[in-house]
């Protein structure tokens, strides 16, 4: 399928007649688009959901996205030490390659290392994060094994300026401005955000610290014309992140990741919307004591047409996407060209208590093949409290250029495959209360490992991956007390042996308390023990985050946090440390 086959078949849809009906939601019920690639509350959604909203962010004063997502039951986070440093997601049990991560809609795990650099992520330019959990390879293609994270960017509301400086531990300084603008006609708005810091020793067997820079610029602009809107948003973070090499050598990189988009949407009926995306993608890595490079580019376009009808909404959609990934490492490296085209349809019906959504997806990699995705979820309301879900899907992820011609690459990889399957029952009363319980099941065939025999990655026969997850929450009129506990397990199908960097059981806690115009709000997640390379296994550990936000007065604040106040020893990947007990502080100004 030609890439102008997505522009001729927009075209086509805006000569039918206006996007789908608006959703109805309940008064502060959040609106989410992830789980359906349509808009909808998140208490319609089906299977789990977890929303990060801009108010969380603001209380957590965290550095980047990877801290935001460490104290989600259900994830891990394998970091290589402090700010900056590699890190990796671990969703459900799934390998760090699972999980797709968006930004507005736009994919950016590159083309090379398969994993996103949510390390770079900077969460002033995030108005919300939305965590689907489970395959999702049906919406969105490749990678979507264990579940798709999708940055939400800021928005204006209104007019409004912001901007802050900090402080902190390890030498560290922060600052940004965020503003915009909101009319009849269109909106307009950007933030900049930077950071800085000397950092710390982040290897348990050296003593030598490395620091960090970053420069986020997120820029957004809308013009509505009759019934349509189009929108161009540009994300970039750039800087460098200094590390120590397999020497204990003090080495470091520049880094640039990117995407620019370009969207427009039209209502063709009352009834109906269209949605074009147009994309560029680009990840970029440059080492700068010698030559050794890794770059990743995409263009991408991405349609979707809406029709809502009595009880359901029908979408279907067509997308096209051209990669180059290349990379020189110790003198050798490649450069590899990938297309893939794919054609979606899906159907969401609601009637009496019961909800169903069903949606396929056939996907040509020009490597791989063809490849069908799919999911089939349903939920029963089976009173005003209680709901029961079910979930089934079956996904994939095409090995990256990098698992095919990289150091350790293998051109003989097979596509892993993976059949994805979910229950789940939510209480939720109309006082405050509500109880999740979510039992999953994961059996990935073809599970792409690093041999440490071969030295060379291979196709193991089977994973299984086995959990389930109790989650209770509480709002109240002044605080909001949130607790998870998970137990999991995940492992090679055929010898029994545990998956590295998971830990089996994993509980969070997270307890906001207004006091006044004040607030304040601790969290706390504790994991247990988990395998590492080269049999190595990491203790289990407890790590508390206490926050607060002081008013003084209508425009300015000042936030604070206490990183590790228990200041625990902990590594999430062997051998490298995480951060000791330390401090940020933040004074912030906002007109509106």
């Known amino acids: 399928m030609p890439i102008r086959a997505a522009v001729a078949a927009f075209v086509l849809s805006l000569a039918i007649n206006d996007t789908a009906a608006a959703t109805d939601a309940a008064p502060g019920d959040i609106l989410i688009v992830t789980a359906t690639r349509t808009e909808i509350p998140l208490s319609d959604a089906i299977v789990p959901v977890t929303v990060i909203t801009r108010e969380d962010i603001e209380l957590s004063l965290a550095t980047d996205l990877a801290e935001l997502l460490r104290f989600e039951a259900g994830i891990d986070i394998g970091r290589n030490g402090g700010p900056g440093q590699a890190s990796s997601i671990f969703l459900r049990g799934t390998e760090s390659n699972h999980t797709l991560v968006l930004i507005d809609g736009v994919r950016i795990n590159p083309g090379t290392l398969g994993g996103a650099a949510i390390q770079h992520i900077a969460p002033e330019i995030i108005e919300r994060v939305e965590i689907v959990k489970g395959a999702r390879s049906a919406l969105f293609g490749t990678d979507a094994i264990g579940g798709v994270i999708n940055i939400i960017t800021r928005r204006a509301r209104d007019a409004y300026l912001e901007s802050s400086v900090g402080g902190g531990s390890f030498d560290t300084r922060s600052g940004y401005v965020s503003g915009g603008n909101h009319g009849m006609n269109g909106e307009f708005g950007i933030t900049l955000d930077w950071q800085s810091t000397e950092g710390y020793a982040p290897r348990a067997d050296s003593d030598i610290k490395r620091g960090y820079d970053n420069l986020t610029a997120n820029l957004y602009a809308a013009r509505r014309v009759g019934r349509n809107e189009i929108s161009i948003r540009r994300w970039q973070t750039d800087g460098t992140a200094e590390y120590l090499d397999f020497f204990l050598s003090p080495v470091d990189q520049d880094f640039r990741n990117s995407t620019t988009a370009v969207e427009l949407s039209s209502k063709v009926s009352a009834n109906a919307t269209s949605t074009l995306i147009a994309s560029f993608m680009q990840d970029e890595i440059t080492q700068n004591q010698v030559d050794d490079f890794v770059e990743s580019e995409r263009i991408s376009f991405d349609w979707q047409y809406s029709q809502a009808f009595a009880g359901h909404t029908v979408t279907g959609g067509l997308f096209a996407m051209d990669e180059t990934a290349s990379t020189l490492s110790f003198g050798s490296g490649f450069e590899e060209d990938t297309a893939v085209r794919a054609a979606f349809l899906q159907d969401q019906w609601s009637r009496n208590g019961h909800k169903t959504f069903v949606a396929v997806r056939l996907t040509d990699h020009e490597a791989f093949g063809k490849h069908t995705t799919w999911n089939a979820e349903y939920a029963y309301l089976i009173n005003a409290a209680w709901t029961l879900n079910v979930g089934l899907g079956h996904a994939f992820r095409a090995p990256d250029a990098t698992d095919r011609f990289g150091f350790g690459g293998n051109p003989g990889l097979n596509p892993e495959l993976a059949d994805d399957a979910q229950f789940g029952l939510r209480y939720s009363p109309s006082n405050g209360h509500s109880v999740d319980i979510e039992l999953y099941g994961n059996d990935i065939d073809d599970l792409i490992e690093f041999d440490l025999q071969t030295f060379e990655l291979q196709n193991i026969s089977k994973a299984e991956i086995r959990g389930a997850q109790v989650g209770y929450e509480y709002r109240g009129d002044r605080f909001v ?31 906001t308390q207004d006091i006044g115009s004040h607030r304040i709000g601790v969290s ?69």
Request: charge should be positive; glycine fraction near 8%.
């Open 481 to 511: 007390i949130r607790t998870e506990v998970s137990k999991q397990r995940a492992e090679n199908a055929a010898t029994g042996e545990r998956l590295l960097r998971r830990a089996e059981e994993t509980a969070t806690l997270s307890y």
């Open 524 to 592: 706390l997640v504790a994991s247990g023990a988990r395998e590492d390379f080269g049999g190595v296994k990491l203790d289990g550990y407890v790590v508390a985050n206490l926050s607060g936000q002081i008013s003084l007065g209508k425009r300015w604040a000042v936030h604070a946090r206490i990183e590790n106040l228990l200041d625990t020893e902990y590594e999430t990947a062997a051998n490298f440390r995480m951060q000791q007990r330390s401090g940020l502080v933040e004074l912030k100004y906002r007109w509106n």
